[in-house]
């Protein structure tokens, strides 16, 4: 879609109000759709070029599909030329478990592999924990086995797979996921099993070579059923559109950042369709503006989507959804449960933000529909959002405006229960939100090794601009870039996007391996799925330390450029270059057909407008509507611009610049605004500060976490995660236990403990020691703690720790847990007190005498070790 930039439309009483100098010219319209949890954005470009937006609920009473109604009353029966679209069909499927019914088919012996998958623990403190339901609602064994050398173990048994597969069908089932062991790279069994199950009537046939041909068992399986569980239902969809539409074009947004036809759509891709529109939108609108480094914002009603931009889309090859880990290549986006809808409560000690979401039905308290106190309602109690300038899409009808009157009732219904003001505890909701999303936007941005104090924060989505100052000051980001269309920008963005297909598969060699058949057969498909023959192609290796199990992308070439690519990456994000050799775990290729164009500028001119004078957080403060705001025209802080879709705040020490584009540019002089602005007295305790100080220890002690796995060799490590991470303040207290273990929960302080009696103040910075002694908060031997004291100005400020199960420390059984142990040398090595780094040199020889030490010396100190 080539959009050709003309001023917004507005929504107005759920509708679209068009511009009303300029008349429709006969012809045929363009549609970029992006249906949200909350609201259903529209882009449309008009015959005569202009550009129209519409901003719906996505659930109504008024009408029953919310992007048919927008494109109804926008093309007003004139012809449509094309369509495409972003939909959270298949993510609402997935979270509602409201799939098709998949029968698994997976090799004997492996028909709980998926149903035990990883022993994560995102809810620490659970004593009663409760898995997610499977996808699967029937699992068949198929006798069947190969070797990882694609030698057949056990050949497959047709005659039982038949029967089996014809006694589900029987049952009802239509779709079935097929999963074999070492099928990605030895297909044959799969696709016979395939040729069954369409003889016997399964219309659904997911097969894991083609669905997710990369290696590793439960993340292959567990999209495969992916594809399967959501496919049939995606397909309802897409045809219901294509119905409506006719023969109109019907395009869908990829979770990979690319269009397909609504032919090729699958269920696996379709997971992140909206988001990725909106990191696309960031892109074009961040590069037009002249930043080239960007931090994608994207704050709708029910979460946030966090994305990062520093010359190339970044992809995630696994992503967890609703408890479901997807193995297929995606934007890096991490999403967080914090959007204008996340309900705002107090749970008698602290107040809390989300991760329940109001919704669009009910929604906030202020949406007329007898809903929860939330952000939103946050926004509007303090005066941020005006219901004089917002949409009238409210209430039974959808043609009310926003209630102050029930919001202020909740907010003093809260303040009795707090002692707190009710500005106090609407500042304090904002404040925790603010933390909640800065914690997210870290996640892809500084654990990855980036600094982000030199980019560009792109507010997108309608609530993003309500707080974007104010995340930005809390990560020392100095600029925020909000666009003219950052109330639609994934709207926007689908409407720029390119025809794309990417096209992965294992590889698992030495750098320097051959694959050019392999880059030749990926690129052949890509090409073919994309239908352009001339389509631009991308070769990615993706590379990893032998025995790791997180690859690095870079660009394909010669090994010794790979290896300078992949040391320069691995430093920026882990901090170290390892002495380990570099795989080839995979290839991928990305075919891209050109499809879209930026709009030209259409400068305002004039005199900017006088501002309309009201009141937020108690001060008169001028707002201006965006649209008639000239080039050049500045404003310092506090201010509130309104435009079509979206409200962007200018915080008090920031100043707003309108440029030729009809961006608005921020900017501030000020340093980071952390959790600690708040002024307080340390005695006594703060509801919304103790909450903001448990965002940052805690996410100071999952980025260990995510450290840890990504660089381990360790299986127990790295696929069980038999690890936890902790803070501890200068006492040794425990301040932060990630989500991790919950049999380490409390010892690992007792280790912190032991280490301070016996060393005192002889610790330096660098150093890191070692235990597993029992005796002083230890576990069981294979559990090895690691500790390391922080320095901040030469005075020790706290302690980081990490423990993680070892396969082996020696002893008498493989495994170090004999039943029959009957001294701890039997158990194998004790470790108590053990200075492993001095000063930050890795005492490598000292280490691998203490394992070789004893009756009972460790099997494999070299694994030990590494």
């Known amino acids: 879609m080539a959009l050709h930039a003309a001023k917004p439309a507005r929504v107005e009483d759920g509708g679209v109000q068009l511009d009303p100098d300029a008349a429709v010219v006969p012809g045929a319209w363009r549609f970029a759709v992006d249906r949200g949890g909350t609201f259903t954005d529209i882009v449309a470009v008009a015959p005569d070029g202009r550009i129209v937006t519409a901003k719906l ?40 478990r409201d799939g098709e019914p998949v029968l698994l088919a997976i090799t004997r012996g492996f028909t709980d592999a998926l149903r035990i ?69 030895f297909p044959a069994h799969e696709r016979r099993v395939a ?60 979770s990979n950042g690319g269009l ?58 696994e992503t967890l959804v609703a408890g479901v880990r997807v193995r297929t290549p995606m934007l890096a986006i991490e999403t967080v449960a914090a959007g204008g809808g996340s309900i705002c409560r107090w749970d008698g000690t602290r107040l809390r933000v989300g991760p329940e979401s109001a919704g669009a039905m009910p929604g906030p308290a202020a949406y007329r529909n007898g809903g929860p106190l939330t952000v939103t309602d946050a926004q509007v109690f303090l005066g941020r959002l005006q219901p004089d300038h917002f949409p009238a899409i409210f209430g039974a009808s959808g043609d009310q405006t926003l209630a102050t009157d029930v919001v202020a009732a909740k907010f003093a219904a809260l303040a009795a229960k707090t002692g707190l003001t009710p500005a106090a505890i609407a500042e304090g909701f904002l404040d925790i939100a603010v933390a909640t ?40 980001i100095t600029r925020v870039l909000a666009s003219p269309f950052a109330g639609v920008l994934s709207a926007f963005g689908i409407g720029l996007a390119d025809v794309r297909a990417v096209r992965e598969a294992t590889v698992d060699a030495a750098l320097d391996a051959d694959v050019g058949d392999v880059i030749g057969g990926l690129t052949a498909a890509a090409i073919a799925a994309v239908g352009v023959v001339t389509a631009e192609t991308v070769v990615t290796a993706l590379i990893k330390y032998a025995g790791t199990d ?18 320069q990456q691995h430093r920026a994000r882990f901090g170290f270059v390892a002495d380990s050799a570099l795989v080839l775990d995979a290839v991928r290729v990305e075919a891209v057909a050109r499809s879209a164009v ?64 009809g961006d608005a540019v921020l900017t501030t002089a000020r340093g980071p605004r952390g959790a600690d602005h708040r002024a307080t007295d340390d005695a006594v305790v703060d509801p919304v500060r103790l909450e903001l100080f448990n965002h940052r220890f805690m996410g100071i002690a999952e980025a260990m976490g995510v450290a840890l796995q990504s660089t381990a060799s360790s299986v127990n490590i790295k696929e069980r995660l038999d690890f936890s991470c902790a803070l501890f303040d200068a006492a040794g207290a425990l301040v932060a236990n990630a989500p991790h273990m919950p049999v380490h929960l409390g010892s690992m302080g007792d280790s912190v403990a032991a280490v301070m009696r016996s060393r005192g103040d002889t610790l330096r910075a660098g150093d890191v020691v070692a235990l597993n002694a029992p005796y002083n908060g230890g576990t069981h031997l294979p559990d090895i703690t690691v500790i390391m004291p922080v320095f901040v100005d030469g005075v020790r400020a706290f302690f980081v720790a990490a423990r993680g199960h070892h396969a082996d420390i ?43 030490s004893g009756p009972w010396p460790a099997r494999d100190p070299d694994r030990n070790v590494n």
């Open 550 to 567: 997180t690859p690095l992308a870079v660009a394909f070439g010669t090994p010794p450029a790979m290896a300078a690519a992949f040391a």
């Open 57 to 96: 609920l996505s659930a109504s009473p008024a009408y029953p599909d919310a992007a048919a109604e927008g494109i109804a009353r926008i093309a007003r029966g004139e012809p449509i030329a094309s369509v495409r679209m972003g939909t959270t069909v298949a993510t609402n499927a997935l979270l509602e």
């Open 117 to 185: 998958g990883h022993q994560a623990r995102p809810r620490l403190f659970d004593r009663h924990i409760v898995l997610p339901e499977p996808l699967s609602a029937r699992t068949m064994a198929v006798q069947e086995r190969m070797t990882a050398e694609g030698a057949v173990l056990t050949p497959l048994d047709e005659a039982a797979t038949a029967a089996d597969l014809a006694a589900a069908f029987a049952a009802g089932f239509r779709a079935v996921a097929i999963v074999l062991m070492h099928g990605y790279r």
């Open 195 to 254: 040729a069954i199950a369409a003889r016997v009537g399964f219309t659904q046939i997911s097969v894991s070579h083609d669905v997710s041909p990369t290696i590793k068992l439960v993340p292959r399986g567990d999209t495969t059923v992916v594809d399967a569980y959501l496919s049939p239902v995606l397909r309802a969809h897409v045809d219901r559109v294509a119905a409506a539409l006719g023969d109109t074009p019907l395009q869908f947004m990829q």
């Open 260 to 317: 397909v036809a609504a032919p090729g759509f699958r269920g696996k891709d379709a997971i992140l369709s909206g988001p990725a529109g909106g990191v696309v939108g960031m892109v074009a609108v961040g590069l037009a503006a002249g930043f080239d480094r960007l931090i994608g914002f994207d704050m709708g009603g029910t979460s946030t989507d966090v994305s990062h931009w520093a010359g190339d889309f970044e992809r995630a090859t």
């Open 437 to 476: 999303m800065a914690r997210k936007v870290r996640a892809v941005s500084i654990e990855r090794g980036h600094d982000v104090t030199g980019y560009t924060l792109v507010a997108m989505g309608g609530a993003a601009g309500q707080v974007a100052c104010r995340v930005a000051a809390a990560l020392g």
């Open 810 to 852: 020696g002893g008498i059984r493989p495994g170090s847990m004999p039943a029959d142990s009957v001294t701890i040398a039997d158990e194998g090595i004790l470790i108590d007190d053990f200075l492993l780094v001095a000063q930050g040199q890795f005492r490598d020889a000292d280490i691998r005498a203490l394992l070789a």
């Open 598 to 661: 930026l709009p030209d500028p259409v400068p305002v001119t004039g005199a900017p407008p006088s501002p309309v004078m009201v009141t937020m957080a108690g001060a008169a403060v001028p707002l201006f509507d965006r649209a008639t705001l000239p080039a050049g025209f500045a404003v310092a802080g506090p201010a509130i611009l309104i435009d079509a879709g979206a409200t962007t705040i200018v915080e008090a020490g920031w100043s707003v610049e309108v440029t030729a584009r």
